[in-house]
């Protein structure tokens, strides 16, 4: 019995388990027993199917739970772009110190002056950065710079030995002629282009001022009349120039600015002059001062500008040969006199420019021989 019984829950537990097709053994089974038992193994049949039902579907249920649930699919997301700030880039302009200057060869520099000047000296262009803060300024040696100056920050002024430039926001550009320091019987010219905005060009001592406006060129030049001529007309020659240049008056309705033309017929050879221009074609005079007149016959003496100042010593040549001090606004260069039988400047005056340094505080006398010429100096203890 026990035996049957076990088969029985054998076969039924491959059938559900294992999905086999059982053998037809109930026939075979209830034939041989009568209808008592018959009645009593159909029960068994009943409750061992049920608990074979159960065992299964705990089975399954079992099975079910017990294995890890595949995870939902995650969707991959980007994650969030952060902005980058740019990385600076180095400013093109390096700054220059109060006091410091530079000496281009055979590339350009660019410098920036108290956060609101931007200078591009060109190539052989020598300069020197002076001035103060919000009144910035620079001394033009040799060469020629690009300005650019900001509005409405403060001022600054380019100075040479042929005159100053002062501007208070804009863009232009001075070229000095001729290299600073080298002796000639010529005076010098400084040159203005104006790209933005309008600049005051003044010539040394303040003889003689132009204005120029965005788009117009001029400038201030000291020289030696080399040509004069009874129209009017003059060539002036300047250091640097190879050949001298022609200056005429400027026009009022198709003819010469009479008070202006009527000064330079006055002109003869050997006069030095300093006059304003502004370039219209030609260069156009619009003011003239005569600085010295040449000899007129033996009797005439050539007029001198002299003077005598206290100042502070602000530069001097290795050699002695000048000292540049500034007296005021003014900050000239002066050397010694030249002693015609020696064929040299003055040793005495050398040797006294050599026992001064920057900072001295002087007294002294000139006269503008040429050049401004010192007859005289102290220094002050």
Same mark, same amino acid.
């Given at each position: 019995?026990?035996?049957? !019984?076990? /088969?029985?829950?054998?076969?039924?537990? *491959?059938?559900?388990?294992?999905?086999?097709?059982?053998?037809?053994?109930?026939?075979?089974?209830?034939?041989?027993?009568?209808?008592?038992? /018959?009645?009593?193994?159909?029960?068994?049949?009943?409750?061992?199917?049920?608990?074979?039902?159960?065992?299964?579907?705990? =089975?399954? !249920?079992?099975?079910?739970?017990?294995?890890?649930?595949?995870?939902?699919?995650?969707?991959?997301?980007?994650?969030? #772009?952060?902005?980058?700030?740019?990385?600076?880039?180095?400013?093109?302009?390096?700054?220059?110190?109060?006091?410091?200057?530079?000496?281009?060869?055979?590339?350009?520099?660019?410098?920036?002056?108290?956060?609101?000047?931007?200078?591009?000296?060109?190539?052989?262009?020598?300069?020197?950065?002076?001035?103060?803060?919000?009144?910035?300024?620079?001394?033009?040696?040799?060469?020629?710079?690009?300005?650019?100056?900001?509005?409405?920050?403060?001022?600054?002024?380019?100075?040479?030995?042929?005159?100053?430039?002062?501007?208070?926001?804009?863009?232009?550009?001075?070229?000095?002629?001729?290299?600073?320091?080298?002796?000639?019987?010529?005076?010098?010219?400084?040159?203005?282009?104006? #790209?933005?905005?309008?600049?005051?060009?003044?010539? !040394?001592?303040?003889?003689?001022?132009?204005?120029?406006?965005? =788009?117009?060129? =001029?400038? %201030?030049?000291?020289?030696?009349?080399?040509?004069?001529? +009874?129209?009017?007309?003059?060539?002036?020659?300047?250091?640097?120039?190879?050949?001298?240049? *022609?200056?005429?008056?400027?026009?009022?309705?198709?003819?010469?600015?009479?008070?202006?033309?009527?000064?330079?017929?006055?002109? &003869?050879?050997? +006069?030095?002059?300093?006059?304003?221009?502004? @370039?219209?074609? @030609? &260069?156009?005079?619009?003011?003239?001062?005569? %600085?010295? *007149?040449?000899?007129?016959? +033996?009797?005439?003496?050539?007029? /001198?500008?002299?003077?005598?100042?206290?100042?502070?010593?602000?530069?001097?040549?290795?050699?002695?040969?000048?000292?540049?001090?500034?007296?005021?606004?003014?900050?000239?260069?002066?050397?010694?006199?030249?002693?015609?039988?020696?064929?040299? !400047?003055? *040793?005495?005056?050398?040797?006294?420019?050599?026992?001064?340094?920057?900072?001295?505080?002087?007294?002294?006398?000139?006269?503008?021989?040429?050049?401004? &010429?010192?007859?005289?100096?102290?220094?002050?203890?």
């Amino acid at each position: 019995m026990d035996d049957e !019984l076990d /088969r029985l829950i054998d076969t039924l537990l *491959r059938e559900a388990l294992a999905n086999e097709r059982p053998p037809n053994l109930a026939r075979r089974i209830l034939s041989q027993v009568d209808a008592e038992r /018959r009645k009593r193994m159909v029960k068994i049949y009943w409750i061992t199917s049920a608990a074979v039902a159960a065992t299964v579907l705990i =089975g399954i !249920l079992i099975w079910q739970f017990s294995t890890p649930a595949k995870p939902p699919d995650i969707v991959k997301k980007d994650p969030p #772009k952060q902005e980058v700030p740019p990385i600076p880039t180095p400013s093109e302009y390096a700054s220059l110190a109060r006091g410091a200057g530079i000496e281009t060869k055979d590339q350009p520099q660019k410098i920036q002056l108290g956060g609101y000047v931007k200078l591009e000296a060109a190539v052989n262009t020598s300069l020197q950065s002076e001035g103060k803060e919000k009144a910035e300024q620079v001394f033009l040696k040799r060469g020629q710079v690009v300005c650019e100056v900001d509005h409405n920050v403060g001022t600054f002024i380019v100075r040479t030995d042929g005159g100053t430039v002062s501007v208070n926001g804009t863009k232009f550009n001075v070229q000095a002629i001729g290299e600073g320091g080298e002796r000639s019987e010529y005076g010098r010219s400084v040159e203005v282009s104006v #790209k933005e905005g309008s600049v005051t060009v003044n010539g !040394l001592e303040g003889l003689t001022h132009i204005a120029l406006a965005g =788009g117009e060129s =001029g400038g %201030v030049t000291t020289g030696v009349v080399t040509r004069g001529t +009874d129209t009017g007309p003059v060539e002036i020659r300047t250091v640097g120039d190879k050949e001298p240049r *022609r200056y005429t008056p400027q026009m009022r309705e198709n003819h010469f600015e009479a008070s202006t033309l009527a000064a330079m017929k006055e002109l &003869r050879i050997g +006069d030095r002059v300093q006059v304003a221009w502004k @370039l219209q074609e @030609l &260069r156009r005079v619009t003011a003239m001062k005569v %600085v010295q *007149r040449a000899h007129r016959d +033996d009797k005439e003496k050539t007029e /001198r500008e002299h003077g005598k100042a206290t100042g502070r010593v602000t530069e001097k040549d290795p050699n002695n040969e000048w000292v540049r001090i500034q007296v005021e606004n003014s900050n000239e260069r002066y050397m010694p006199r030249w002693n015609a039988d020696t064929k040299a !400047l003055d *040793r005495e005056m050398r040797a006294k420019i050599g026992e001064l340094s920057p900072g001295d505080i002087v007294k002294f006398e000139w006269i503008n021989e040429e050049h401004r &010429r010192i007859t005289k100096i102290e220094k002050e203890k």
